[in-house]
């Protein structure tokens, strides 16, 4: 049957793409030629599964076809080297991607490596673990997908000349490079939930990244931090439109809509990562996020516990977007006057010229302190600097 | 570097709006330009009258002028007004592209400017 080979192709693709790429790049170190050899082999799949059957293995099948298309490629360029015993230990790897350790955390590690460009980091993870086109990622980040593409390749080609490792790491490889990888996959996520396409799809696809670097993490509490962080903020996503697509602000969003579900496991991998006695960013956000979540059962906010947790943030990190947060929290703890003085501190950071949360807080503050004219300048601002038009529109009514 | 940001919309569209719509939409311009003045970027911007005012001008290789009635493409977009920025790489012309109210209602064309000599 055609339609199930078909689905059983995308299935093996969505859930063994990451796998399978890690362990053909696993042996060679060539990212960009054992993504060609793994799509040449759903290819070949789409091709005979439908005619054949499906094999009772479609992952072994794909990882076989793909090593096939590798040795190829090694073999016409061996006519100009000396490369047997090497083509001989790649050729002895099992067939069974089961019986082999899981490679993806060492994919999910190469694509935070100093090698690749930070901005590229993300935008590689999402391609290389997820099998995303380049031009879907180009849009979410907001980039030509020419050049996105090109910065794939580029990041690929770095990390091929530098030797980058796609062995899997020892324990404490992973607790050194692990604080790259997080902030790259928060980034998927960010560009991911500011981009509703596809029903959010590539939200989804951050969250699931989070999740395994938790799963393939275990002992690092911020990855699991940092999955319960995603899970809180996907749980509150659909809270953010009304039925007739309007924007909704957290502090007007009914619980009621809130992913129940999502929240308890986030809540759960919370109190794991607390166990583990080192806090850190990601775990002190998601904490932020479960102060909020709260409202759903207690009809309120711990606003004191929510700024304590951003004078933690602050202090960890000097994060301009976190002082801007803090600042709303204090807001609501000292008043309005006071999260203005903290807002204007705040704007002095040149980074934060365009960044729209800020301007939008600001107008919201100065409205509630009766600072009429500064809050219309500033709303002034936010609606020029909004790029979502539900955004726009809400603040536009707010004149 | 410099970006032009041209906005292409549908005439037909934009002319059956209600006027508190218009109104709307002229407000969110009007928020843009001034974000665009606050963060030091802006070189220039003007909206374009309806494309059917528009006139067709060549001349040819004899000399011989040719003027005709416009629109220059029979299309459902026409260009409708412009932003010119200075930025400091073609991602964030984009950026400041996707805040532009006419990537909601229409699509906004990206083009980097040639460096001037000198």
Redesign the interface.
Known sequence: MPHDARRAAERAAREGYGRLLALLAARGGDLAAAEDALGDAFAAALAHWPRDGVPDRPEAWLLTAARRRLLDGHRRRATHSLAAPDLLRRAALPDDPATLPDHRLALLLACADPAVEPAARAPLMLQVVLGLEASRIASAF???PS?MAQRLVRAKRRLRDTGAAFALPGPEAITVRLPAVLPAVYAAYAAGAADPADGGALAGEALWLARLCAALAPKEPEATGLAALLLHLEARRPAGRDAAGNYVPLSAQDPARWDAARQAEAERLLRDAAALGRPGRHQWEAAVASAHAARRVTGRTDWAAVLTLYDALLAATGSPVVAVNRAVALAEVAGPQAGLAALEDAASDARL??YQPLWAARAALAARAGRTAEAAAAR??A?????D?AV??FL?EQ? | MQAMLMIHGDTARWNALSPEAVQGAMGAYMAYSESLRQAGIMRGGERLRPAPEAALVRVGADGAPQVLDGPYAETKEQLGGYFLIEVPDMDAAIQWAARCPGAAHGTVEVRPLWDSPG
């Open positions: 907001l980039v030509a050049a010229t365009a002034q601002r609606i020029g600097l909004a790029t038009p726009r529109r536009m004149r």
